[in-house]
Structure formats: C-alpha cells, structure tokens
C-alpha cells in the first residue's frame, strides 16, 4: 500500500517561513514524480511544485517562484517544501502527490494518483 504522509505545517506570521515534508512508502521512491499541491477553502487544488525523479528539475506555479524550493531526498524517499517570505494567500491545506514513472504535466493534478492527508499551513497578517 502507498502511503504519503506530511507533516511541518501550523501558523506562521506573514514574511515568516516553514518547511513541509512527505515521507512515502510503498512505491519505488527514486522512480517517482513526486509534487506539492494546495487547497484553500472554496477553490480548487492547486499545484505548488514539482520535481523530477531523474535530473531532478523543479517546477514551480508563478505565484510561488522565488519563495519557494521543493527538493527531494531519495536515500530517505523524502520530500520538502521549503517555503519562505510567507504571504496570506499562501493559507490552505497543502498535499504531497506521487506518481510512479515519468508525467508530462508536473504541475497537473491530474498526473497524480497517490496523495497525502494533507497539512494546513496558515499565514496571518
């Protein structure tokens, strides 16, 4: 069975920072696209980031680029979100996805099939 698991989230102060993480099991880790989604109240799912399982290439949607790093961790079949310079808009639930093999739309949550419980992260003003 796979499972995704993340943890790190909680409330933060605008301009604040904080570091999500998915541990997964089940799947074959390093052959797996693995990314970042989130989901805040009355909208729809959003990707956040993505990185590759080969070259390890990262993708990010425009309204996190510059604030945001996902980087991966094959040894330990780990996944991180750092996020930095915190903004109120930023507030939802966040979910890690993975997929085994290659996807053409990293940032598509439709390229996934294997998702997280999720973990709120909320920015206040």
């Known amino acids: 069975e796979v499972q995704l698991v993340e943890s790190g989230g909680g409330t933060v102060q605008s301009g604040g920072s904080l570091t999500l993480s998915c541990t997964a099991s089940g799947l074959t880790f390093d052959d797996s696209e693995v990314g970042w989604y989130r989901q805040a109240a009355g909208t729809e799912r959003e990707g956040v980031a993505a990185?590759?399982?080969?070259?390890?290439?990262?993708y990010y949607t425009d309204s996190v680029k510059g604030r945001f790093t996902i980087s991966r961790d094959n040894a330990k079949n780990l996944v991180y979100l750092q996020m930095d310079s915190l903004k109120p808009e930023d507030t939802a639930v966040y979910y890690c996805a993975a997929r085994s093999g290659w996807v053409s739309a990293p940032l598509s949550q439709y390229s996934y099939n294997y998702w997280g419980q999720g973990t709120q992260v909320t920015v206040s003003s």
């Open positions: 990185v590759r399982r080969g070259d390890r290439s990262a």
